[in-house]
């Protein structure tokens, strides 16, 4: 099945500043790649997905990019805000595959004011 | 509009008892699926549905039941409760492919004694 690998799992940046997050995935039949956003006692909420056929999505402050030669994506927050502070899981779906995501192990950012 | 309601938010049972979470949806989604969080392991499917009357395995199905008998209800039965089953659960659902655009509901911590 699919695996999916996620670093750092704790990242700590000063506010103004950007985060990256990055996720490797093992098979290469993956087409969907979302990333979800829980705050500390809430459930994981969608901020942004991206599917194979395209590199790069943006969404205001927040933007994934894909490479799927390599097999990794990544997340970029810029110019963080205290808001910002949550655990970050990425995921990836395998085309037909039927078992729905596998999920990394998340990424606690940190905004430090 | 609710959106994904999961009861109960907490619950606490003895090893052996069996218990039922329940899950509602009123966004007329057809598919819906049960995931465990626990500390730095992310999110795992345990069972899934497409549809009314359709129910699959996911990542780590052993110990639990699922029925769907209508688009709106998951429930997630416990048959008899292991302290390796203390847990927080999320339901979700999508009106998209399975793992596409998941809107969860609040949570159920569980613990068994």
């Known amino acids: 099945g699919e695996n999916v690998e996620q670093h750092p799992s704790t990242l700590s940046v000063q506010e103004g500043d950007s985060a990256v997050i990055k996720c490797t995935y093992s098979d290469s039949a993956s087409n969907y790649f979302p990333w979800y956003k829980q705050e500390l006692g809430k459930r994981p909420q969608l901020i942004i997905d991206i599917r194979s056929n395209v590199g790069e999505k943006k969404d205001q402050r927040i933007a994934v990019t894909l490479n799927k030669t390599a097999k990794h994506f990544s997340l970029h927050i810029t110019e963080t805000q205290p808001e910002d502070s949550a655990v970050y899981f990425c995921?990836?779906?395998?085309?037909?595959?039927?078992?729905?995501?596998?999920f990394g192990k998340g990424t606690h950012l940190i905004i430090q004011p | 509009n609710a959106g994904v309601t999961q009861t109960p938010k907490f619950q606490v049972l003895k090893t052996g008892q069996s218990m039922t979470l329940q899950c509602a949806q009123d966004?007329?989604?057809?598919?819906m699926s049960w995931y465990r969080q626990d500390p730095g392991m992310g999110l795992r499917l345990i069972h899934y549905?497409?549809?009314?009357?359709?129910?699959d395995q996911g990542e780590v199905p052993n110990g639990y039941n699922v029925s769907r008998s209508t688009t709106e209800d998951f429930p997630l039965r416990l048959l008899s409760a292991a302290p390796s089953q203390t847990s927080v659960y999320f339901c979700?659902?999508?009106?998209?492919?399975?793992?596409?655009?998941?809107?969860f509901g609040s949570g159920t911590q569980l613990s068994v004694l």
């Open positions: 979700a659902s999508s009106t998209r492919g399975l793992g596409e655009k998941l809107f």
């Open positions: 966004m007329n989604h057809e598919y």
């Open positions: 549905s497409v549809g009314a009357g359709i129910t």
């Open positions: 995921a990836a779906r395998v085309r037909g595959g039927a078992d729905g995501l596998t």
